[in-house]
């Protein structure tokens, strides 16, 4: 069996006994002691914001410098987020982030400014969204909670409107000058297709979130 089932363990070495501590967080037949990954989520203890729990994402939605995982207080409002709004924000991030990784990947930036400064402007909008959140969570007032959370809807449906009519108005457009081959074209569109998909969940949470607050 390995190692990481047992806390202590006896080594008989040359006659001589010696109690070896073998603790260990991730299984890795390494203690703790020796580990610079303790628990395993290929995050060096010295940059990990989690060390006891494996968290790969690294997410800190209140950028208390604690991992989610870890956090046993979310901020210290009046007003919960929601888990599931703040997975479906997450999740939103990593769509978008494969969107920009696709068509990076089908087109030169340099090349077509316009799509970049798209882009950036999704990406300000998320970082707004972001900051909303952390400000619901920290509201001490319902309606201020209220406030911020009708902002943080306005702020995804600008998102969504961006990726559906910015974004698509471009890719139309680079696909009729043959700029795309027809692969290249689908794969973006898939992509986009998704982000939209991850925004709308986004939206609706936020907007289930808004029905809480209202009753609160």
């Known amino acids: 069996p390995s190692m990481g089932r047992y806390k202590e363990a006896k080594l008989i070495v040359i006659g001589i006994t010696a ?6 967080t991730d299984s890795d037949n390494l203690g703790d002691a020796c580990d610079i990954d303790a628990d395993g989520d290929n995050i060096e203890d010295g940059n990990d914001n989690c060390v006891g729990v494996a968290n790969p994402d690294q997410k800190d939605i209140d950028q208390d410098g604690i991992g989610d995982a ?3 207080q979310l901020g210290s409002g009046t007003v919960e ?3 599931a709004l703040l997975e479906a924000y997450y999740q939103a991030q990593l769509s978008l982030h494969g ?8 087109i030169d930036f340099d090349s077509t400014p316009e799509i ?10 998320m970082e707004n969204i972001d900051n909303t959140l952390l ?3 920290w509201a001490t007032e319902p309606r201020d909670a209220r406030k911020l959370s009708r902002q943080a809807h306005s702020l995804v449906n600008k998102a969504r409107r961006k990726s559906a009519g910015d974004l698509n108005t471009w890719l139309v457009k680079e696909r009729t000058a043959g700029h795309l081959e027809k692969e290249e074209y689908r794969e973006i569109r898939q992509a986009m297709g998704d982000a939209r998909q ?10 289930e979130m808004r029905k809480g ?3 609160v």
Not at 99 to 106: K, P, Q, T, V, Y
Not at 116 to 125: A, F
């Open 19 to 24: 109690t070896v501590d073998l603790d260990q």
């Open 70 to 72: 870890c956090d046993e």
């Open 81 to 83: 987020v929601p888990a």
């Open 99 to 106: 969107l920009e990784r696709i068509i990076g990947n089908n």
């Open 116 to 125: 970049r400064q798209v882009l950036d402007e999704i990406w300000g909008l």
């Open 135 to 137: 400000a619901i969570m």
């Open 198 to 207: 991850q925004l709308r969940a986004l939206s609706k949470n936020i907007r």
């Open 213 to 215: 607050i209202e009753k």
